[in-house]
Nanobody
Framework: QVQLVESGGGLVQAGGSLRLSCAISGRTFSPYVLGWFRQAPGKQRELVAQITSTGNTVYADAVQGRFTISRDNAKNTVYLQMNSLKPEDSAVYYC??????????WGLGTQVTVSS
C-alpha cells in the first residue's frame, strides 16, 4: 500500500524559505504524477506544483519563479523548495500521488505559516 508523508512545514517570516518533503512508501509504478497542493482556511484546495514520472513540471502562476519541485528517486521523495515566501502562501500543504489506476493518494499535510 502506497503512503505519503509530508514534512518540513513551519513558521517563517515573509521573504524566507522552506523546503517541504513528501516521502513515498510502498511500490509505485510509472507513469505517475505527484503534485503539491495547498489549502488555506476558507479556500479551496489548489495545485501548487506537480512533477511527472518523466520529469515534466507544472507550476501555478502564483508560485512560478519562487517554488521549485524536484524528486530524489533513490530516496523516493519529492521536494518543494519554497523561496521568497509571502503571507498569502500560508496554508496546509499536501502532496498527492496519481498512479492513473484507482483514486489518487493524499498525504495528511504539513502546515506552512508565513508571518508578515
Amino acid at each position: 500500500q502506497v503512503q505519503l508523508v509530508e514534512s518540513g512545514g513551519g513558521l517563517v517570516q515573509a521573504g524566507g524559505s522552506l523546503r517541504l518533503s513528501c516521502a513515498i512508501s510502498g511500490r509505485t509504478f510509472s507513469p505517475y504524477v505527484l503534485g503539491w497542493f495547498r489549502q488555506a482556511p476558507g479556500k479551496q484546495r489548489e495545485l501548487v506544483a506537480q512533477i511527472t514520472s518523466t520529469g515534466n513540471t507544472v507550476y501555478a502562476d502564483a508560485v512560478q519563479g519562487r517554488f521549485t519541485i524536484s524528486r530524489d528517486n533513490a530516496k523516493n521523495t519529492v521536494y518543494l523548495q519554497m523561496n521568497s515566501l509571502k503571507p498569502e502562501d500560508s496554508a496546509v500543504y499536501y502532496c498527492r500521488l496519481d498512479l492513473f489506476s484507482g483514486a489518487p493518494i493524499w498525504g495528511l499535510g504539513t502546515q506552512v505559516t508565513v508571518s508578515s
